[in-house]
């Protein structure tokens, strides 16, 4: 150890990752129960998620399904046969007495995920993917004070996986930089929603220091329940430098758990670290083997999407939407596929992006539903994109009649022209109202023939207003430059 002891560039540092990550289900993984975040406490709750004696488990298909999915994505090999286990511990959150989880073999191990661009100093570095694991979470405990607590069960049986980093990520910005870009891969392919407010992502991180060039793992500390992005890089910042202090004075790290407290960004100990055979792991004799069928394996593997940022390329590239347009489209496979099955239907990538972006999401958000649920089909978008295409509404009729064309179920053209707002581009028509307003405004037109070419705009507005905005501003420009002289 003597050549280690020369300076603060001597250490590096070595993070493994655990990141907890919640389904997005309808139900919990082993109960009918809704598988909701809030909700007043213990409504949401059955004998078997509320650890009833004899109460028996059933398993959640989708839940596996998902956990699946993000195996594939995450290109691991998926086990055609694992097995859930207890894994004992009490906590007065966790009425079985036991967490229901995977130990060997786990649903999916083996995997790779590539860091897009890392944060830290490396250039894209690959961290592997030790394995992924399904389990259930524990309830929550309220603590009112000092001497009460209260127990809320509506979050016990909430599906997660466990994805689990080999150590090979080298700093905090790593580390953050790793989960912001795996939950949002798994929020593009809708396993999760992402909420770290509410802890559908958070992450344990395990840290050792070791002289550079070092085979040997240092002793790690495991730093617990990271829930935001700016605690895990802080977390790691601290532990390396408290750790570094440590090694520097001939000390000896412990292999504990610590809690990060965000308010001082500082770690303290918690427990010393638990191995799996303080756990007393053991198959859970309630629950049959998962046993999965390649051919199941296979069709999860057919229809993954494209990945978000091959997508988002293609759409600046090809389709020539702005980054800013493409990255939104592309941040949920859901709301891309929309985008292109609209596509598919009409000619405009900007106007069906515009219409998303403009109006359909922000309506979504408006009446806190998710997009899909606004029961607007890609075809009905299509055709609305067609309809400006062609001239028969103007954007802003459509703009105006957004929210109306969403509850009529009527089509834009049958809406406008039911309130008189459909655009007139027939140019027999407008000419009628091209010449009353050149006579209505003599001294204007002389003005204009004089020179002053600005009052086009004064004889376009005229018109649109004569038509109640339903004029085609392009068809009306012609004309009035027809009739007074370009
Ligand atoms: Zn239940």
Redo the contacts with the bound molecule.
């Keep these: 150890m003597s050549d280690v002891r020369s300076g603060p560039c001597q250490w590096e540092t070595v993070i493994g990752l655990e990141a907890h990550v919640h389904l997005r289900t309808a139900s ?1 993984l ?4 809704p598988n909701k975040f809030g909700g007043e406490p213990n409504t ?7 650890g009833m004696p004899g109460a028996l488990p059933v398993i959640n298909g989708r839940a596996v399904a998902l956990a699946v999915q993000a195996g594939l994505a995450l290109g691991c090999a998926v086990n055609l046969h694992s097995l859930f286990s207890r894994k004992s511990y009490f906590y007065p959150d966790l009425p079985n007495g036991f967490q229901t989880s995977q130990l060997e073999p786990p649903v999916c191990s083996s995997g790779l995920f590539r860091l897009e661009a890392s944060g830290g100093t490396r250039v894209n570095p690959e961290i592997r993917i030790n394995r992924i694991h399904l389990e259930d979470d524990a309830g929550k405990c309220i603590h009112m004070g000092s001497s009460c607590s209260m127990v809320d069960l509506n979050r ?2 909430t599906p997660m996986i466990e994805i689990v980093t080999e150590p090979d990520l080298r700093s905090g910005a790593e580390a953050a930089e790793f989960m912001r870009q795996l939950r949002k891969l798994l929020m593009y392919l809708d396993i999760t929603d992402g909420n770290m407010e509410e802890g559908s992502m958070r992450c344990d991180v395990n840290v050792s220091l070791r002289p550079f060039g070092a085979k040997e793992y240092g002793t790690r500390a495991e730093l617990k329940n990271l829930n935001s992005f700016i605690s895990v890089r802080a977390a790691v910042e601290f532990e390396e430098e408290r750790q570094k202090e440590i090694l520097e004075a001939q000390g000896a790290v412990e292999q504990e758990t610590r809690l990060f407290d965000p308010e001082s960004c500082t770690t303290r100990a918690m427990r010393s670290k638990e191995d799996a055979p303080d756990y007393r792991y053991f198959p859970n004799p309630d629950l049959p083997p998962i046993i999965l069928t390649q051919a199941f394996v296979d069709k999860i593997h057919g229809s993954l999407p494209e990945r978000p940022e091959k997508r988002r390329e293609r759409y600046v590239e090809t389709l020539g939407l702005h980054d800013e347009e493409a990255s939104l489209l592309a941040a949920s496979a859901a709301l891309a596929d929309y985008f292109e099955a609209a596509l598919a239907l009409c000619s405009s990538p900007k106007r069906v992006a515009g219409l998303i972006l403009g109006e359909l999401l922000p309506e979504a958000s408006r009446r806190s539903v998710a997009f899909a649920d606004l029961g607007f089909s890609p075809a009905r978008l299509a055709h609305t994109v067609t309809m400006l295409e062609q001239g028969k509404v103007s954007l802003k009729v459509v703009q105006d009649l957004f929210s109306e064309l969403l509850d009529s179920g009527e089509s834009v053209e049958k809406l406008a022209e039911k309130k008189g707002l459909l655009q007139v581009s027939d140019a027999g028509a407008l000419e009628q109202a091209v010449l009353a307003a050149i006579e209505a405004n003599p001294a204007e037109a002389a003005d204009y023939r004089a020179g002053k070419k600005k009052l086009l705009a004064f004889f376009v507005g005229r018109v649109m207003r004569e038509t109640k905005g339903a004029g085609n501003p392009a068809v009306i420009n012609e004309l009035v430059k027809k009739h007074l002289g370009a």
């Design positions: 919990k082993f109960c009918a129960c949401r709750i059955c004998p078997v998620c509320s016990a049986g």
